[in-house]
């Protein structure tokens, strides 16, 4: 996969889920089943959406909804066919797409 690629971002609500399952682990794995090169989440531990309001990761607080970010890399087209399908399972959030260039993707070779 090294070359021109696509990044495609997803942020959403760490609360939010899919068919009982949370939703960032239900993507990573329905991704892997669809063969895309490489996805991570991170959890965001400050931030805030289109509706203002602020989510802080604080140590006594059990749950506060953090942001949630998945990036996926792959080529444009295995990438772009997922889109809709992406935006339909993300109840509230952001999903955009860039295009990257990939320097090393996996081992360095001996």
Known sequence: MLGEAKLLKVYFGEKDQYQNEPLH?????????????GVTVNRGIEGYGQDKLLRIARLFQLSSDLPIILEIVD??????????????????????????QVYKHGKTPA
């Open 25 to 37: 682990q239900y993507l990573v794995h329905w991704l892997k089943e669809k063969g895309i090169g």
């Open 75 to 100: 080529v444009a087209e295995n990438i772009d066919p997922l889109i809709p399908e992406i935006c339909a399972l993300v109840p509230k959030g952001l999903v955009f797409a860039e295009d990257i």
